[in-house]
């Protein structure tokens, strides 16, 4: 699934055609300030219901899980930058994990308590899409472990002449 909207726009440009990427300066409230209707026409029904409503993907079935296909993952809902490949690693959970976000502002973190424990929600920093959680079960240096969700991502590689 290359184009991640409904309105067929190619993996460059963020879900709602919006031809203003993160990096042109486009302000987080553009996004954080989109109505939820808006939101589902631009996302397909699984990436809604995970950026939006906080959703999870199935262990072992996401597109991302794993790839070792060098490049940038950004958020399939604004193209903001999220992290690098070289930071990413096998968690054996069967969902796309990585150490560290390439930047402290590209994502939050918020409380979760919606499964009988206390977990750390992770959020894209700019539309504030729910990506998935992280755990301090991760490899060195950081010891951290973002497991993501990979329909809330979007790979742009390496050989496509962008680097992060």
């Given at each position: 699934m290359e184009a991640h909207n409904k309105s067929g726009a190619d993996s460059k440009t963020p879900a709602d055609g919006h031809p203003c990427p993160?990096?042109?300066g486009c302000s987080t409230e553009h996004w954080k300030s989109r109505s939820d209707e808006e939101w589902q026409e631009a996302l397909s029904p699984e990436q809604y219901q995970i950026a939006?409503?906080?959703g999870t993907e199935r262990a072992f079935t996401g597109k991302y899980w794993d790839t070792k296909t060098p490049g940038l993952y950004r958020c399939a809902c604004c193209?903001?930058?999220l992290f690098r490949s070289e930071t990413?690693?096998?968690?054996?959970?069967g969902w796309p994990s990585f150490y560290v976000p390439i930047s402290p502002t590209a994502v939050s973190e918020h409380q979760d308590r919606s499964s009988f424990s206390?977990?750390?929600?992770i959020r894209c920093g700019q539309c504030d899409a729910h990506l998935g959680h992280v755990f301090k079960d991760g490899?060195?240096?950081?010891?951290?472990r973002y497991c993501m969700n990979s329909a809330v991502l979007d790979l742009l590689p390496d050989s496509a002449g962008q680097h992060g």
């Amino acid at each position: 699934m290359e184009a991640h909207n409904k309105s067929g726009a190619d993996s460059k440009t963020p879900a709602d055609g919006h031809p203003c990427p993160p990096s042109a300066g486009c302000s987080t409230e553009h996004w954080k300030s989109r109505s939820d209707e808006e939101w589902q026409e631009a996302l397909s029904p699984e990436q809604y219901q995970i950026a939006r409503q906080a959703g999870t993907e199935r262990a072992f079935t996401g597109k991302y899980w794993d790839t070792k296909t060098p490049g940038l993952y950004r958020c399939a809902c604004c193209m903001q930058p999220l992290f690098r490949s070289e930071t990413k690693f096998d968690s054996g959970t069967g969902w796309p994990s990585f150490y560290v976000p390439i930047s402290p502002t590209a994502v939050s973190e918020h409380q979760d308590r919606s499964s009988f424990s206390v977990r750390t929600e992770i959020r894209c920093g700019q539309c504030d899409a729910h990506l998935g959680h992280v755990f301090k079960d991760g490899p060195a240096p950081t010891g951290l472990r973002y497991c993501m969700n990979s329909a809330v991502l979007d790979l742009l590689p390496d050989s496509a002449g962008q680097h992060g």
